[in-house]
Structure formats: C-alpha cells, structure tokens
C-alpha cells in the first residue's frame, strides 16, 4: 500500500521542520497530536504544513504565512500509541477519529499506514481525514479507502477555475479535477462531505453553486453532504481585505435561507456524525500553576517555544532564546482542552 509524498514545496520553505517523537507528549498542543474535547470523536493531527495559501486562511498556512516559524510532523507509532493512552479514559463503545489539523494533513509521507493502524484499534468508528482536495488522484483514494477510511471532508469554496484559483491562493489548483476526484471517491464507498467556507459578498453564489452540486452528485451511506464552515478572523491569520466577520446569527440566516431554497440540510450538529459527550482526558495543569517545563524545540509561531511537563505539550510565550533540553519555570496563562499557553516567571 503506498503513502503520499511530502510535498516539496513545504519541506522548502524557510521554516524549521520539526519531527514529534518520544518523550514529546502528543496532547496540550492546538496543532499537533491529538485534542480532545470532552467527547467521543478524538481529533488526530499529524502534520501541519500546507501547499496552499488561501487568502482568508484562519491559521495563516501554507508557503505564504507570516507567522509560522516551525511545521511539525509526528511519527505514526508514537501517535498510535496516544490514541491509545486517549481512548483508554473513554467510556463510549465508537471512539471517531477527525483527521485534521492547522494544514493539510494527507500530506503527512506515512498518513495511509496511519489509517491502516487507526482501523485496526478496536473500538474505532468512522475515520474522517479534512483536506483541501488538492493532493487527491485515484491512487491516493483507493489506498486511504483500503486502508479504512470512511469519510473525506473536501474544503471547496467555488466551483469557477479563476474565483478558486484566487481564493487558495495559487493558480495550480484545479478545481474541475478536484470535483472528478470526489466524484470518484464516492463512487467507490466513501462518503464525502463538502466544507466550503462562506464569505459574504464574496462567494454567495458560489456556495449556492456548491450546494446544487453536492445535491446531484454526492450519495453517502450515513453523513451529511455539507458542511458550510463560517468565515473567522484571527489575529495571526488571514483576511480579506473589507470583509468583516459575519455574527453567528448571520450565519445561521444564511443557512436557512440557502435550505429553503435548495432543500438541503446545512445545518448540521455533532448528532448528524454520532458524537457525544464522553469522559475528557484528565488535565494535570491548570491556569495559574507554576510548573517546570523541558524545552522540546521551538514553537509553531513566532515568540513561542514547545516543551512538556506532567505529560502535556506546554507553549512557551516568550522573547527570549531558550536551548533545547533545558528546563524553564513558567506559570500557566491558558488550559481549556488541555490546551496549555505559558508565560516565564
């Protein structure tokens, strides 16, 4: 069974590539390893680079980012043993699996036999992988559907070449083939999903297009075909120039008038995928702790290191240079999802 290949472009660009292994705890991080939000689904995140660079992106990826000064990659072994270690505190008999992440995960050069090895888990459900689509050929969706791949969630915001082209950021994304790939993912047993991010007054129509397309030409088992994901601007991310956040019930208004008008359901909810709240990881930290913490590498962004203390990934907030290996005091600023942000003291 064979795995993509890193896209050269991204092991390239004037970032630092850092590989994930042991003894580096795979949770307390947003970007890599595995978060998990009180519920049934576990998000997976084994790769963070990407080869686009859409310019309403909310993490500022790919080769365009100001902000990045590292991408991570995390070796499959470790990360199928901290699922493991994860699910252990799980009570539901389905544990699901969302493959995403702060880039373009298919990327990752082993993510096939990261699949393989997420199916063989017992108590494992649905596999889900997000993607922009771009990476996608017959290959690729044969092995990751043999491999136990269930779902592909495919992040399409126009169906026009030039509109899509301008809005991933590069002329080398092909639109119509990606529309030829999903097609034929869904032929051959994989249920698609469609998650085109809605910017008002820049692609309206286009996600109304969007939709009538998923309405003709995907047929899934169980998920819903459409997934609109709201356009969101954060501070280090990107944004269209003029374009201001929509409000939720924006949003929501949105999406009841496109329902009434195409007669397909948008708005979905984590029932639509059997997901439910389960026991959450335990947190060993929180705001306010001071704790020791060993320096792993440097952080994703700039100003930011990584290291671990009490078996959780802890950033580092700070200007100063700090050594590999050395041990820094610092004092918990941030600790929602197990997520932990710190500050030196």
């Not at 993509?4 to 004037?14: A, D, G, Y």
């Not at 042991?22 to 080869?51: E, K, S, W």
């Not at 880039?103 to 997420?118: A, N, S, T, V, Y």
């Not at 169980?222 to 409000?247: M, N, T």
Request: glycine content about 6%.
């Amino acid at each position: 069974m064979g795995n993509i290949k890193v896209n050269e472009k991204i092991t390239n660009i004037e970032r630092k590539i850092v590989w994930i292994d042991d003894p580096m705890p795979l949770v307390g991080h947003i970007a890599f390893g595995i978060v998990d939000r009180g519920t049934n689904l576990l998000q997976v995140r084994p790769y963070t680079a990407c080869n686009l660079s859409c310019i309403f992106c909310s993490v500022d990826a790919g080769p365009n980012s100001r902000s990045r000064v590292a991408e991570f990659i995390v070796n499959i072994d470790h990360l199928i043993d901290w699922v493991k270690y994860v699910m252990s505190f799980k009570r539901s008999r389905r544990i699901h699996i969302l493959i995403d992440g702060v880039g373009e995960p298919l990327l990752h050069p082993k993510i096939i036999d990261l699949i393989q090895r997420l199916r063989e888990i017992e108590r494992i459900g649905e596999i889900a992988v997000e993607t922009h689509g771009g990476v996608l050929n017959e290959r690729i969706i044969k092995d990751l559907r043999d491999a136990g791949l269930t779902r592909i969630n495919v992040s399409v915001h126009s169906l026009d070449p030039l509109k899509a082209s301008w809005l991933t950021g590069t002329d080398k994304y092909d639109i119509k083939k990606v529309l030829e790939m999903i097609i034929y993912a869904n032929n051959i047993g994989i249920d698609i999903m469609l998650t085109p991010v809605w910017i008002p007054g820049v692609n309206d129509h286009d996600i109304e297009e969007i939709v009538l397309w998923a309405k003709d030409n995907i047929r899934n088992n169980s998920s819903p075909i459409l997934g609109v994901q709201k356009y969101i601007v954060h501070k280090r991310g990107r944004r269209i120039s003029g374009v201001d956040e929509p409000s939720w019930d924006h949003f929501y208004n949105f999406l009841n008038v496109l329902e009434r008008k195409t007669g397909v359901k948008l708005k979905i909810s984590p029932q639509d995928f059997d997901v439910k709240p389960d026991n959450p990881l335990p947190k060993p930290m929180k705001i306010g702790d001071k704790v020791v913490v060993k320096i792993y590498s440097i952080g994703w962004l700039r100003g930011e290191y990584i290291g671990y203390a009490k078996n959780r990934v802890v950033t580092i907030l700070t200007d100063q240079e700090l050594e590999k290996d050395v041990e820094a005091r610092v004092k918990i600023i941030y600790d929602k999802d197990n997520i932990y942000l710190s500050r030196i003291y």
